[in-house]
């Protein structure tokens, strides 16, 4: 693949209750393009990451819808896939660019949340798992708190190392101007946070945010001399909708499947990977992402985080979102896939100012959708053209 | 391009009250695998075309949930473009193709529409419009009555001529086995059934439906001397998403610019055509699309229509909606992409009974989705192996 991230840029996550998707998608794609230094009118197709526009505000047809506000009358999809709606259509753009069919595209992840009520919001994010989980009043913060607790049993995890996940996450946000919450945690905060799902406070989960992130692929090679990046692997893989219908409840298959099919494509090993940005929906989540990748083994990865070997500043030689996460950057669920390529692609370039990671070469983005029945990675490298 | 289609099957299409949505892609992945002659092993990826499960259903994250049922942990999307999302499913599944990603893979379009209040339904097709048109009262009956009128007002076109298109589709439906509505029906019939929307009668209206549909393609060649049939154009473009926003309203843009990019493609002309299925969701629909897609001159489909010139049994080289159409066979929007590539599989293998168009060779398949805010466009050719 000789595909190369030559835009990026995403809003400001959090309640924009005075912005509409519309005004997110116009504002975002227009700093990709004016990051990639070209007009809108060298863009060939449009693929949106959405999950909740039907469901919450009765509108679908957003490839057409999104291609309009920004006058492109080109190709445009909408991808789904719950929370990895970002990540799948950054597949679909990364095989429309391998094709051949077209040379440069744009991804646009968006989503608005907080202006529908929570309980609304909730049983339409339901809408990513089965009937019978919600027919049996499972909610996405209940699944993930039988994780933790399976987790917890089988691999000695503890309450501390879920806070470390936390605090780490909202201290790298607090680094991010485009993150939502933007103030340092404690572990006492997590603690004394109020019980959402048991073993899962509050502060172990990921917000309900307004947001966009876009970024524009080309199979054109970077300008001469300009730091660049390039997108080396793109995997998806599904499970089992529900969790109930999986043999392990310690770890999530298609994240396992997509990570090997991910780094074959890339030829390298989990060991190289200097960055990450991994799906934190729960911190319980960041745990098992940094097992199933294969950056660390099946019950190592807590107390590597509680010892502070993935933090800025701290870690020897991997970072794990730098970006605060989805905890604490936010979850405006399609646009998070999208956002993460953003992330890396400032992280790769080095102009990520005060939460770069040093000397960082090759990052990896995993997006999730529900509790695991998709999993989309993608894996990007630092490229200098000397054309 | 080397893709082919390896299999195709459609269910019936109708009001399918005892099946549920799981039933109807199971059912159809199954028999479009056993056409193929493989098992579901070989499939590496699936694409899902759907409009209206998240809306009508709360049911979203449609690729991992019929990936799951299939029993196949594969790499697995839904694509979603209002009607017009069977067409893009393809499109993005020929791009993975293309892109040498995958070798084989499954297309499916699903939709249930009849479980549901009509009223419900009507809202919940309207996500693919604007809010300006929601606000204003618009339907899609309403939207194309206008696109008729100016028809009407520019080119002379008939009521009569509305009514041919749906008496030769409802005759077409008569000779397919799957179509909703097997009852030939005469001019009188239209004329006689209620307004919906001046000029538009019920008849001129494709109805609600239950269906699904499934392919499987791939780049692998057909086994030696079986008939088959390559995808050799798969083209996309898109509109202003509101009818009021265009300059043109005889004119559907989007079908002009995918129509031109296909034929390019393809490297034939629309002469070379012996078989359409095209977007009828209204009777002036298929007068647009004839004169948009250049297989008649603007103004010249209508009168072609009520000569017979495009009937089976009559035609003397282009039958179009040979299925029945939108209007005869059914229109359950996700499947409706899907089905009329399986109907022009049928067609260029030599294999549609009663409705063979006869030494068909080339086919072209075009959806639409919403007023013509998006247009998809497939070319299909009949190739004979040698290998």
């Not at 990639?36 to 057409?64: D, K, R, T, Y």
């Not at 089965?130 to 913060?141: K, Q």
């Not at 399976?150 to 996940?165: I, N, W």
Request: hydrophobic share 45%; net charge negative.
């Amino acid at each position: 693949m000789n595909i190369f991230v030559h835009g990026a840029a995403t809003t400001v996550f959090g309640e924009l209750w005075d912005t509409s998707p519309r005004t997110l998608a116009k504002r975002v794609t227009r700093a990709a393009l004016d990051d990639a230094g070209m007009e809108s009118s060298g863009v060939e197709a449009l693929f949106v990451g959405n999950m909740l526009s039907g469901i919450l505000g009765n509108q679908e047809h957003l490839g057409a819808f999104f291609a309009d506000e920004l006058g492109l009358s080109v190709a445009a999809f909408k991808v789904e896939g719950a929370c990895a709606s970002g990540g799948l259509a950054m597949h679909n753009a990364v095989a429309a660019l391998a094709s051949g069919m077209y040379t440069t595209v744009v991804v646009l992840g968006v989503e608005k949340m907080t202006d529908h009520k929570p309980e609304d919001v909730a049983a339409a994010l339901m809408g990513a798992g089965t009937d019978e989980e919600r027919v049996a009043g499972a909610t996405f913060p209940g699944l993930y708190a039988m994780i933790a607790r399976e987790h917890m049993r089988l691999h000695g995890t503890t309450r501390a190392q879920l806070s470390a996940v936390a605090v780490k996450n909202h201290y790298h946000a607090s680094l991010n101007p485009n993150a939502q919450f933007r103030k340092p945690i404690t572990a006492k905060d997590v603690d004394r946070s109020p019980c959402i799902a048991d073993p899962l406070k509050l502060l172990d989960c990921s917000p309900i945010s307004d947001g966009a992130a876009a970024v524009v692929l080309s199979t054109d090679k970077p300008k001469k001399g300009k730091e660049s990046v390039a997108i080396v692997a793109s995997a998806v893989a599904t499970d089992t909708l529900a969790l109930s219908d999986r043999e392990d409840l310690v770890g999530l298959r298609a994240t396992q499947q997509a990570a090997r099919r991910a780094f074959t494509q890339a030829n390298i090993s989990p060991d190289d990977v200097h960055v990450a940005e991994v799906h934190d929906c729960f911190s319980i989540a960041e745990i098992v992402a940094l097992e199933d990748l294969g950056l660390y083994a099946k019950g190592e990865a807590a107390a590597a985080v509680e010892r502070g070997d993935v933090t800025l500043g701290k870690a020897q030689h991997l970072v794990v979102n730098p970006s605060g996460g989805l905890k604490g950057c936010g979850h405006p669920v399609g646009a998070t896939g999208v956002k993460q390529i953003v992330e890396l692609a400032e992280q790769l370039r080095g102009t990520a100012g005060e939460r770069q990671v040093s000397g960082a070469q090759i990052g990896l983005a995993h997006n999730v959708g529900g509790s695991g029945a998709t999993a989309v990675i993608h894996i990007l490298k630092r490229v200098t053209s000397s054309k």
